[in-house]
C-alpha cells in the first residue's frame, strides 16, 4: 500500500486496488500522460474506466498521447474552498481537450481534462494569459515516487481560431 | 402543441407542502425539522398518522432517514426509501413516489429533504468536505482546487458565455428578479432587493460567479406529500395535478459533465422531450417556472434549455423583464435558493404548489384564504394572478436534470 500523497492540506489516495488512476498516476510519474484505448473499436477514452462508452468492450491497453491541446473552457478561483489552495489563489483551472481524437466518434466529443494553468515553475498562470483557444502543453507536477499530477502550461504555438476571455 | 398525453396525467396530486423556518442557526437535528416540515405538510393535507403510509427523501450523508422521521410521528410504513442526491431529486422522487401507489405499494408519501445545510454540512463545500481524503474519481478534480458546485459549475458557464455571447450582466438579472420576489415573502432570508450593479460588485468567487450570483447555504427542511388524484379531492387542501415529470435525465458520459459536449448543454436538452409530451402540453402554456437557481447561470441554461427561449438566447431571455413578477412568465416567485433559502429544490415545488392553490403567503391579510392584490410593491402581494400550469426545473449538475409539471 503505497503512503498517502499530502498535497496542498488534502490527502491524496491512490491504493494498489485502484484498478482505475493508480497506473495512470504512475504512468504521470514517469512523465507520460496515458488514455485507455479500447483494444476493440480502438477508441480513447478519458478519464480511464473499465469498458468502452462506445463498444462496451472490456479489453483496453494504455495509449501515450502526445499532452497537446487547446482550453475548451475555464474559471478562475479567487476564492479557495480548500484551505490549502488559499495561497494559490487566483489561480486558473482549465479544461483541456487534447488534439488525439478531437470530435470522434461523435462531434460532441472529446478526450478532454481538468487542470491547473500553469506556468514552467509550477506556479498559477496569470489570469490574463488564460483564454479559451489558446494552445497548452502538459507538464508534470511531481508529488512522491508513485504519482505526479498533469497540469498544463502555454505552448508557444498560435491559436488555431477564435481566442475568448472573460472580460475584466 | 399537438402530443399524445400518457396515462400518468392528472391521476396523482401534491396534497399537502410544509417546511420549517429558513435560518442560518436552527440549533437543532434534522430529524427535528424533517418532522416539523412532514407534519406541516400532513397538517396542510389534512393528514392524520394512519392516512401516511410512504416516506420517501433524499441527503448527502448529511441528514435524518424515513425511519426516525416517521416513528416520530406515529406513522407505520408500507414503504419507504432514502436515497443519495441533492438537486433534482424532489421532482425524481415524486415520480418515484407516483409508480409505488400506482403498483399499489402504498397508498400517500411523504418526501422530505432535511438539513443544517450552513450550520453543519456546509453546501458550498467549505469546512469537512473540504478536509475529506481524495480518492477514485475525486481525483480528476480535486487535486486541481475544483471542489464546489460553483467550481465544478463554472466550467459550463465560462463555455456558454463563449458560445453565445451571454455576460455577466444579463444572467445579474436573474437575482435581481428573485430579490425582487423574496421581497414579498416573509419566509426568505435574504429580503433587501438588489440591482444588476449591485450583483456586477460583489466580489468573485469563482469566475465568472461573483458571490451574488450564488445560492444562500441554510438550514431547514421541506416536504411534499403526494397521493392519487382519487384521495387527493377528499383532503383539506385544493389538490394540484401532476401533468408530467422527468427524474434525473443525464447526458451521456455523466460522471463528469464535462466528458461530453456540447459543454455548453444542459440536461434539460434530453428532459423536455420526455416531460413536455407527457403532459400534453408545451413551454408556452407554462405560466409559471420554478427554476433550481444554485446560481443564476442554471435559471438562465435550463429555462434556455427546456425551450422558454431558443438556445443561446437565455441571457437576453432572463434580462428582458419576462421572468419577473408582472412579466409574462415569472421564476422563483419565492425568492428562490438566491434569496428564499437553499433547500436542494424542494421549496420551488411547495411555491408552485401554493401559486396554484392561489394562496401564496406573501403579505396580503387575506393570502390564506386566496385573496391577494396583485401588487408588486416590496412587502405586498407575489401571487401570480390566476395560475393555471406551473412548471420546475430542477437541477443537480449540468448533465442531470429533473421537470415536473403542475396544474391546478
Known sequence: ?168 | MLVQARGSRDRYCIAGVGETEYSRDSGRTTRAMAVEAVRNAMVDAGLGAADVDGMLSYQNNDSTFAPFVASDLGIRLDFYMDVVGGGSSTEALIGLAMGAIEVGMCRTVAIFRSMNGYTEVRIGGTGARAAAPVRGPDLAQRPFGMTSAGQNFAMTFMRHMHDYGTTSEQVAHVKVAHSKHASQNPKALLTERVTVEDVLGSRWIVKPLHLLDCCVETDNATCVIVTSAERAGDLRSRPVHVMGVAGRVSKPRVDFHWAHGPVSRVAGYYAKDLVFPMAGIGPEDVDVTGSYDAFTFTTMLQLEEYGFCKKGEGGAYVSSGVIELGGARPNNTSGGHLCEGYTHGMSMVIENVRQLRGTTDDYCPRAAEGVHTYDYAPGRCRQVKDAEITMNLGWAMPATGSALILRR
Open chain 1, 1 to 168: 500500500m503505497p503512503e498517502p500523497v499530502q498535497y496542498r492540506g488534502m490527502t491524496l489516495l491512490v491504493p494498489d486496488n485502484d484498478s482505475e488512476w493508480k497506473e495512470y498516476f504512475a504512468e504521470a510519474r514517469r512523465h507520460r500522460l496515458v488514455m485507455r484505448r479500447c483494444t476493440g473499436c480502438g477508441l480513447m477514452r478519458y478519464p480511464p474506466t473499465h469498458a468502452c462508452p462506445w463498444c462496451m468492450a472490456l479489453g483496453w491497453a494504455w495509449q501515450e498521447v502526445s499532452g497537446r491541446g487547446t482550453i475548451h473552457s475555464y474559471e478562475i478561483v479567487t476564492q479557495a474552498i480548500q484551505p490549502g489552495f488559499k495561497d494559490w489563489t487566483p489561480y486558473p483551472v482549465v479544461l483541456v481537450e487534447l488534439d488525439e481524437q478531437r470530435g470522434a466518434p461523435t462531434p460532441d466529443e472529446g478526450l478532454r481534462l481538468v487542470a491547473n494553468l500553469v506556468t514552467p515553475d509550477l506556479r498559477p498562470e496569470a489570469e490574463a494569459n488564460v483564454a479559451i483557444g489558446t494552445r497548452v502543453r502538459v507538464v508534470f507536477q511531481d508529488l512522491a515516487e508513485h504519482l505526479a499530477l498533469p497540469q498544463f502550461m502555454l505552448a508557444d504555438e498560435p491559436a488555431p481560431g477564435r481566442v475568448w476571455r472573460l472580460g475584466p
